[in-house]
């Protein structure tokens, strides 16, 4: 467990009078760790230059971090903790994969959980849970939209060890008609696979003009590669490493990415708010300047619809039913400034969201593509949503 500077070592309980008590969870480590990882840095980066700056509303962010590795009866019991002990006023950033496993609890016990990884199924299925990026919905349209500018036909290889991908899966054949696209090839594998070399030779016999790559991006790449395939690559979710920035292969890949790349230095010098954000980079996180990962820059978007939602809030006692209601008293559309797709958060229902972001790799960096945003029909994501 992490805490920020303003908090005292252990869990005390209680929050003083000039604190804001905040929890987050994350899949850190294990097999996540390399996309998942830098989350939980993201958030403390954010926790410290807010309360540098002198916090909410006048009152510290005191910030508890736990790791579930992956593993659903530790998360469980994690949430447990940051809820009946440490007696969080929300969770913040949840980057925990087994999310679906403990939504039902924060549900009972009225804790909002703000921003995280918003293509697992409680973001778009939870009253509870507050995106900050796409759903799942919108993620599937967007990349297909995507791999349709290469050509119609397109063939998808997505991880087989997750609920989440095979959801992903499932929706691509939902959605490519909507897209007119020709889906050839939609097929679950092993993400531990020891060549993709088949899948390759498959998807050029089928003629494919892009391929949707939701399994390591690098191996991938560079074995279809040698076939010599004409070919674009579409990825995204968080499931680009930083080791494909650097494989020629990787370059010109377009990557759909379901929270706003504010990573990305050309992105985040547009806006003040950006600057602001490789400020605190440079003054509270310096070890990764310069090489910002997806999950680091998007738990700071986290914070920042917390931080909104508390000082829209007419409390000046921060607790989960102030910031629920400062949650519902954002307008709609409400969007952070660009750093959000447009959220209509509605008390009692999900928030779907239907917009995804765009990046691509050029020259072993990760560059602005020609769209910034994309946005799946709001219609069309609402009533998938509703089929989970």
């Not at 070592?9 to 990882?37: K, L, N």
């Not at 395939?229 to 494989?247: E, K, R």
């Amino acid at each position: 467990m992490t805490l920020t500077a303003a908090a005292a070592c252990g869990s005390s309980g209680s929050a003083s009078p000039d604190e804001i008590v905040i929890g987050a969870i994350g899949s850190y480590t294990g097999r996540t760790a390399s996309t998942i990882g830098p989350a939980k840095d993201g958030i403390q980066m954010w926790a410290d230059s807010v309360n540098a700056a002198g916090g909410i509303k006048g009152k510290k962010v005191k910030l508890f971090i736990e790791d579930d590795a992956g593993n659903a009866t530790t998360a469980l019991a994690k949430v447990k903790e940051l809820v009946e002990k440490d007696h969080v006023s929300a969770i913040v950033s949840d980057n925990s994969v087994p999310s679906p496993t403990w939504s039902q609890y924060v549900e009972q016990k009225q804790i909002p959980v703000i921003g995280g990884f918003s293509l697992t199924p409680p973001f778009y299925t939870s009253p509870m849970f507050f995106p900050t990026g796409a759903s799942t919905a919108a993620q599937t349209y967007v990349e297909l939209q995507v791999a349709k500018s290469f050509g119609p036909k397109v063939a998808s290889y997505v991880c087989a060890e997750s609920p989440n991908c095979a959801a992903l899966s499932a929706q691509q054949d939902e959605v490519a008609h909507d897209v007119g696209v020709d889906l050839v090839i939609n097929q679950k594998v092993s993400s531990t696979a020891p060549s993709y070399v088949p899948q390759c030779q498959a998807a050029k016999d089928a003629g494919a003009q892009s391929m949707i790559i939701k399994v390591p991006v690098r191996p991938v790449a560079e074995q279809c590669r040698t076939l010599g395939m004409p070919i674009g690559y579409v990825s995204g979710g968080g499931n680009v490493t930083a080791d494909v920035l650097q494989s020629p292969a990787g370059q010109g890949l377009k990557n759909v990415d379901n929270r706003y790349p504010l990573y990305v230095d050309a992105i985040a010098q547009r806006t003040p708010a950006g600057q602001a954000f490789e400020d605190a980079v440079t003054k509270f996180a310096p070890s990764v300047k310069g090489n910002v990962q997806p999950f680091f820059s998007a738990a700071y978007i986290d914070g920042m619809l917390f931080k909104a939602a508390v000082e829209a809030s007419n409390s000046d006692n921060v607790t989960s039913e102030s910031v629920l209601a400062g949650l519902y008293a954002l307008p709609q559309g409400f969007d952070l400034g660009g750093f959000t797709p447009p959220l209509n958060i509605t008390k009692g229902q999900p928030t779907v969201t239907n917009c995804a972001f765009l990046t691509q790799i050029e020259n072993g960096k990760w560059a602005p593509s020609d769209q910034l945003k994309v946005c799946a029909p709001q219609d069309l994501v609402t009533s998938l949503a509703k089929q989970k």
